[in-house]
């Protein structure tokens, strides 16, 4: 992802939306005793897209804001949501992205993790967090939703950030022809364009001319 100063600027955009549904709306929504978490879904679908750097300085930007917003623990969600968009951004990095399947087992993957974790760390700073097997039923209804709401907000997102995504050449194609990627030694084999019908190369013109001269 190429970072300008307008691509930081939706970015920001983009959180402040989601932060804002997720305090507005979201938290007041309850599915089998669990709230949707739009949150987590959005900072994977930046991951995913802009890579494990990305993904964790725009995680805990959101984490920060949210735990003002709800004034909850300052700093919780932060590391939470670092996590959350370092581990997407690897699995960018790492795997392919050929199908609208793969963002959306991601996002309801690390929303349950998200999950997890923020109970992991309340009751690792001694705050009053009820232990029980609810928690789990909502960490899974958790990333169910997540996997669910994966669907829109990641064409969403991508569509924002369209602009500043850089194209990849796929993992596939450059193993169809590894003789031609050790020959040019892992770049791109050149492609010389000329002004007629098919493409020429250099020394096409050159025997060109030399087959015209022994004809006279």
Do not use: C
Request: no cysteine.
């Amino acid at each position: 992802m190429i970072l300008t100063r307008w691509i930081n600027l939706r970015i920001g955009l983009i959180v402040l939306v989601a932060v804002l549904a997720q305090v507005a709306f979201f938290s007041y929504f309850k599915i089998f005793g669990a709230s949707p978490d739009i949150v987590p879904v959005v900072i994977a679908a930046i991951g995913l897209l802009g890579g494990a750097v990305v993904g964790a300085v725009v995680g805990f930007s959101a984490g920060l804001l949210l735990d003002i917003s709800l004034l909850e623990t300052l700093g919780v969600s932060s590391l939470i949501l670092l996590t959350v968009g370092y581990l997407a951004g690897r699995y960018r990095e790492s795997f392919e992205i050929d199908s609208a399947l793969g963002p959306a087992l991601v996002a309801g993957g690390l929303t349950i993790l998200a999950a997890a974790g923020s109970t992991a760390i309340e009751l690792t700073l001694s705050v009053d967090t009820p232990v029980s097997g609810a928690i789990v039923g909502a960490a899974i209804v958790k990333g169910i939703l997540a996997f669910l709401l994966a669907y829109p907000i990641y064409p969403l997102v991508r569509l924002a950030l369209r602009s500043a995504l850089v194209l990849e050449e796929p993992r596939t194609a450059r193993r169809r022809h590894p003789a031609a990627a050790r020959a040019s030694g892992g770049r791109r084999p050149r492609i010389f364009r000329g002004r007629g019908r098919r493409a020429r190369a250099p020394g096409s013109r050159v025997r060109r001319v030399t087959q015209a001269g022994t004809h006279r």
